[in-house]
């Protein structure tokens, strides 16, 4: 199980935030990964380039870090596949119809005082805790 | 051009930070969400430092006329807390507990050599289509 670690988080979050700042200065774009997969789905001319680049750059920095640092953590297997597949496909429905995720609702609406994002904030955590509570606590399907 | 390394940068920013505040540990994020079990707020803190450098300083980028980039901000457009907002939010955390992983930390964890993310990002575009699809029709 894992442990409060809250100079690692901070600073993860601090980086996450600045990321976004610079996102929306230089380019004038939300950092909202969602909405940034979403839109790099669906070919648009000039709108592709930077979205394909900012998943590529997030998916070698993370990797970067995760293997040039001692790794913090061994990669999760044996999950349950239906599990998994069921929870991916909720995330993208989910992440589509309610216009974003934790970080365009969590990190730049709140960022932004938007209303929308405070309330679909609350509500994906309240529900992602009603969740593992159930499938944990209650049916102990998840392990 | 110069877009694209902007956004670049921006990505690996945001990857390091995910990377470094474990967030591509699912383990860890349903650590987070397990309240009645061993619970671990360290995710309050990535939420709110990001949220809080945001609230900082997208106001003071917000004052200008135009990105430095671009011609214009694109920001979005809706306002209203409706059905569809809420039924989505819902789903996703739904999907999110189940699981653990919401998308920038599911994408980062494709490059950790377990077959599991890529298993979720599969289901994860298909979830996003269909409901683009859904969505569509209901026009």
Known sequence: MSQFTPYTALG???????????????????????????????????????????????????????WLTP?????????????????????????????GCTSGHGVCGLGRRSLRSLVATMTFVGCGMLTVYITRHLLGVQP | MRRVLAAVLCGVLFGVGLALAQMIDPNKVLAFL???????????????????????????????????????????????VDGQL???????????????????????????????????VAAMIAGSLACKVWLDGGR
Request: charged share 10%.
């Open chain 1, 71 to 99: 790794h913090a953590f061994a990669p999760r297997q044996g999950f349950p596949v239906g599990l998994l597949l069921a929870a991916g496909f909720l995330v993208g429905f989910g992440t589509r119809l309610g216009s």
């Open chain 2, 86 to 120: 809420l039924s989505g939010a819902a789903l996703f955390g739904i999907g999110w507990g189940l699981a653990g992983y919401c998308p920038g930390p599911a994408l980062v964890a494709l490059t950790l050599g377990t077959a599991e993310p890529w298993l979720f």
């Open chain 1, 12 to 66: 993860g979050g601090l980086l996450i935030g600045l990321a976004a700042v610079l996102l929306l200065y230089l380019n004038g774009r939300i950092a909202g990964i969602s909405g940034i997969l979403n839109g790099a789905l669906v070919r648009h001319a000039g709108d592709t380039a930077w979205r394909v680049a900012f998943i590529a750059g997030m998916l070698a920095g993370g990797a970067a870090f995760w």
């Open chain 2, 34 to 80: 397990d309240l009645a079990g061993t619970w671990d707020p360290s995710l309050i803190l990535v939420m709110g430092g990001g949220a809080g450098v945001t609230a900082l300083l997208f106001p003071w980028v917000l004052r200008r006329s135009r990105p430095r980039l671009d011609s214009q901000f694109h920001l979005p457009a809706k306002r209203r």
